[in-house]
Structure formats: C-alpha cells, structure tokens
C-alpha cells in the first residue's frame, strides 16, 4: 500500500502542501475551516504524521529527557506525571532514564539522551542530605532544569519546595489553635529537608514568644518502626505534647501507631487530653484511608512539575534567558487529624 504524504492529504483537502504543513506545525494564520479541513482530510487519508522526520529536517527536536532518581518517592512519581502530562499537552515526549548511581550510570543516561536526540534534560533530585548537584548534571552541556526537595547551592534553573514556609504555616496553625507544645518527629540529622522545616517551625514559635527545644524535634531513620518508637518515647517523657508535626509519610504512621501504644488517641480535640494533632507535609492517600482524616500543608507536586515544564520550554526558546528559580508554596488542607 502506498505511503500517504502530505501532497496526498493537500489534494484531499484542496489546499497547498505549505498549508498543510503549517497545519501540521501549528504555525501560521491559518483559518479554523482550512485547518479542520486538513485533518478531515488526514483522517480520510490515515495520514500520520513523523514528527522524528519532521524534526530531524528542522534540526528540532520535540523530546526532553526526564531524569528520576527515586522511584519510591511520592513526591517525585507526582511530579514526574505532571511533568509528562504538561509536555505532552505542549506536543513534547519525555524519555525516561533512572540511572541507580551519580557516576558512570549517570553519564551513560545523558550520553542515551545525546544520542537520541533530546533537547532538553530535566533533573529530579532525590539526595535530600546533598548541598550542590552531582557534577555530571553540573557539566550538563543540554538545557537543564532541576526539580528539588532542597535548596541547592547551584546557580542553576531550579524549581523548589518552600520548606520553611510549609513548617511555619503548619505550625502557626497548630499555635493559633491553642497548642503550645509541638513536636516534630522524624527525618535524618542531615536531612536538609528537615532542617529547612524547623527552621520555618523556630520562626512560627518566636511569633508567639516561643522557642524551638530541640528534645521535642527527635530524628530519626525512615522507617515506620523508628518513627513509632520515637514517638513512644517522646510522649511517655513529655506527656504535655498536644501536636505532632510529621516529616514524611513513614513518620504519619508510625506516629499513629507510637500514640495508641501511649494509651492516647489522635485528633484536634484540645479538651480532650488525651488526644494528639498530626500534621504532615504532603497528600498521603493510603493516610488519608484511615480515620482520622489526615491535615498536611501540600507539597504543590502538581504545580512543581508544571513549572518545570513550561521552563525547560522556554529555556528553549529563550537560550539567554538567565537562571530562573522558582520557589513553590504550599497550602494547608485542613481534615480531622489537626
């Protein structure tokens, strides 16, 4: 059978094959009959159109590279469909690679990506505890954007999380409904996350006269059973605690558990004693499954991968435009949990 061109599908429609092209790269004005006309006419035809060929003839590409580190990580699985999903929408694919080390793995993702033809590289990091990006993505010699949990030290085009503002919302939330005696638990002791975090939690408690003790924000590794024991530990030595703020998911549960094993229930009650607040830091839905409703400030995923997005895109038309940073917000969801 022979091939349909776009000679083809411009006959069909009566138009010239320049029109259909520029129909085909959405440039032009074009009248919105003469462009339904050209599609009527690929769909009669079964024209599909090779946007690679296409491309390649432009000396354009319509791929972006999308590196993620952590498969495990809520956060970046969130941000990585917003990201496809986004660019997808612009007419871009993604090309996915999860190289499993910052070394040679890495080299031999953006060397795949070289290759195939990307023109552009997104970067999720994933190490919580580093200051600065590995030297690969540093040396990167593609346009780059870089998704954060952290801030990074790099002068790079970088979307991040407001980790401070998040704590600082959560907490003066908690103060402004009466509790005077908060606790975070969970997160490694080099775990930039979690130091942001209570930083925004110092400021929150200095607004109202308070200050941050260090004995009521234990870390701790990221299990479900050390977030329970230090919880367990914390309550039986501290028993005037109403609040629990929670650095990931891992701490939510085993929060929960650590408070039942006390003999204590959780909840937003103030008059009941024996209740405690959790509030977390991100949407949890097999959380949220159970009962009390969990209260989180968001981790803006969605908005996150969005953002980083639309500025790999206009790194490409823009190849000037000076690095960008784009700090994100997040907003308190209010449930039953706090």
């Known amino acids: 059978m022979k091939r349909v061109s776009i000679v083809d599908v411009a006959r069909e429609a009566g138009v010239s094959v320049s029109t259909v092209s520029l129909v085909l790269r959405q440039k032009g004005k074009i009248s919105a009959a003469t462009i339904a006309r050209v599609h009527e006419a690929m769909n009669a035809l079964g024209y599909v159109h090779n946007v690679a060929a296409a491309n390649l003839r432009a000396n354009t590409s319509n791929l972006i590279g999308l590196i993620v580190r952590d498969f495990s990580d809520s956060f970046a699985i969130k941000v990585m469909a917003s990201i496809v999903q986004e660019l997808e929408r612009q007419q871009y694919m993604v090309f996915l690679g999860q190289p499993q080390d910052e070394d040679d793995a890495l080299e031999r993702c953006l060397l795949s990506f070289k290759q195939q033809g990307v023109a552009g590289v997104i970067y999720l990091a994933s190490d919580v505890t580093a200051s600065s990006l590995p030297e690969k993505i540093r040396r990167c010699p593609l ?80 299990s479900t059973q050390a977030a329970s024991q230090i919880t367990r530990q914390l309550l039986e ?58 209260t989180y400030v968001s981790s803006a995923s969605e908005e996150t991968g969005r953002q980083a997005a639309g500025l790999i895109l206009r790194k490409l038309s823009e190849p000037a435009l000076p690095p960008q940073r784009i700090i994100l917000s997040g907003q308190l969801v209010i449930r039953e949990s706090a």
């Open 143 to 222: 346009p780059l954007v870089v998704v954060s949990q952290s801030l990074q030290e790099d002068a790079c085009d970088v979307v991040l999380r407001d980790n401070r503002q998040a704590a600082n919302l959560a907490t003066r939330y908690l103060l402004e409904r009466g509790h005077r005696h908060i606790a975070y638990i969970g997160g490694a002791e080099n775990d930039r996350v979690r130091w942001q975090r209570l930083q925004g939690v110092g400021s929150a408690l200095a607004q109202y006269g308070m200050v941050l003790r260090e004995a009521l924000m234990p870390a701790c590794a990221e």
């Open 237 to 294: 030595s501290n028993n005037t605690i109403t609040a629990l703020l929670c650095h990931s998911s891992n701490a939510v549960i085993g929060g929960i558990t650590g408070i039942y094993q006390v003999g204590r229930t959780p909840g937003k009650d103030l008059f009941l004693t024996q209740q405690v607040a959790l509030l977390g830091f991100e949407d949890m839905l097999h959380v949220n499954l159970t009962s009390p409703s969990f």
